[in-house]
Each structure stands twice: as structure tokens, then as C-alpha cells.
């Protein structure tokens, strides 16, 4: 029983070497890989500065100086293209606020010759109203004359001719009556005058002769 103990132990101090052997081994491959990787740079780093050592330093400048004005360009085409689609933008608002005051200017005439057209209608419907009184008025004064009859539109000049006749000679009438009843008048007016003064003298002779029978 101890000695099966003390193998398993041994068994797991094996194990546990290994696997400190392993990490250690990969640790070392790591290592490896990494100095390698090292050396490369180094390597490429070398290369490229030796590259650089070969490029003169005009060379490099003047191609600063091309990239700054490319850049410069790039960047002034981009500024105008802007400008030019804001340019086009504020021409669309501009457009567009210019059809608003059409429209409005539009709609405000016509507001405005709506306007004028009420106040038309308003007049004339004040003048027809006038008329329909003024129409109404000679229609009571026909059914006047007519006798209360008031005939169609086709008949009422007849109508109205054979009224205004009869009214004249009734009218003619009356005014030679009137003549006839005013001499009349008169001369009744003269004998009441006539009698009056036959009275008024009879009175005083009676007066007179009463006087005197006083007297005597």
C-alpha cells in the first residue's frame, strides 16, 4: 500500500515535471520567435533607412511641395463645390420664395377682385331692392287706378291708357259739374246777399217806425 503511495507520487512529480519541461520549452520557442521577429525589423528597418539615405533631400521636398499643392488644390475644388451647391440652394430657396409672392400676389388680387365684386353686389342688390320698391310702388298706384285689378305685363299699357282716358273724362266731368255747381253757388251766394239786405233794410224801417210811434 506505501510503496503504491509513494509510485503515484512519483508518477504526479513526473507529470508535473513534464509539464514544467513543456511550458518551458514553449516559452523558449516563444522566445525564439520573438528575437526572430526582432531581427526581421531590424532587418527591414535597416533596408528602409538605407533606402532613405538614397533619396536625395530635394527630391523629398519637392514632392512636400507637389502634395501641398495638390492638397491646396483638392481643398479649393471641394471650397468651390460647396460654394456653387450652396449658390444652387440659396437660387432654389430664392425661386421658390419668389413663387410664394406670385402665389400670394395672386391670391391677394384675387381676394381683392373679390372684394371689388361684393361691394358690386352689394350695390346692385341695393339697387334692385330700390327698383323692386319703386316697382312695387307703381304696381299699388296701377291697382289705384285699375281699381284694385292689376292686368299682365302685355295688357297693362291698354289697361292703364283706357284708365287714364276714362279718368279724364270723368275728370272733365267733374270739372264741369264743378263749374256748373260753383255759378250755382254764386248765385246763391247773391241771393243770401240779396236777402240779407232786404232784411237788413227791413229792419231799419221797422226801427224807424217804432222810433217815431215812441215819439207820438
Not at 72 to 91: D, G, H, M, V, Y
Not at 107 to 129: C, F, P, Q, T, Y
Not at 154 to 165: G, N, P
Request: some cysteine; glycine content about 2%.
Amino acid at each position: 500500500m506505501e510503496l503504491k503511495v509513494a509510485w503515484d507520487r512519483y508518477m504526479d512529480a513526473n507529470d508535473h515535471w513534464k509539464d514544467i519541461e513543456a511550458q518551458k520549452q514553449a516559452k523558449v520557442e516563444i522566445k525564439s520567435g520573438i528575437l526572430k521577429r526582432i531581427e526581421e525589423k531590424e532587418n527591414e528597418r535597416d533596408s528602409f533607412e538605407l533606402q532613405i539615405s538614397n533619396v536625395s533631400l530635394s527630391h523629398i521636398d519637392e514632392r512636400e511641395k507637389n502634395l501641398r499643392i495638390e492638397v491646396e488644390r483638392k481643398t479649393n475644388q471641394l471650397a468651390e463645390r460647396e460654394f456653387e451647391s450652396n449658390i444652387r440652394q440659396k437660387q432654389s430657396e430664392l425661386y421658390s420664395i419668389e413663387q410664394k409672392i406670385k402665389a400670394l400676389n395672386r391670391e391677394k388680387d384675387i381676394m381683392a377682385v373679390d372684394s371689388e365684386d361684393r361691394v358690386k353686389l352689394s350695390l346692385k342688390k341695393g339697387e334692385l331692392e330700390n327698383h323692386k320698391k319703386k316697382h312695387q310702388k307703381m304696381q299699388d298706384r296701377i291697382r289705384g287706378v285699375l281699381k284694385g285689378r292689376l292686368p299682365p305685363d302685355k295688357d297693362l299699357k291698354k289697361e292703364i291708357t283706357q284708365a287714364l282716358r276714362a279718368l279724364g273724362i270723368e275728370f272733365d266731368d267733374m270739372n264741369s259739374k264743378s263749374r256748373e255747381a260753383e255759378k250755382e253757388v254764386n248765385m246763391l251766394q247773391m241771393k243770401i246777399e240779396e236777402v240779407n239786405n232786404n232784411l237788413s233794410k227791413l229792419n231799419k224801417d221797422m226801427d224807424c217806425k217804432n222810433l217815431v210811434s215812441l215819439l207820438y
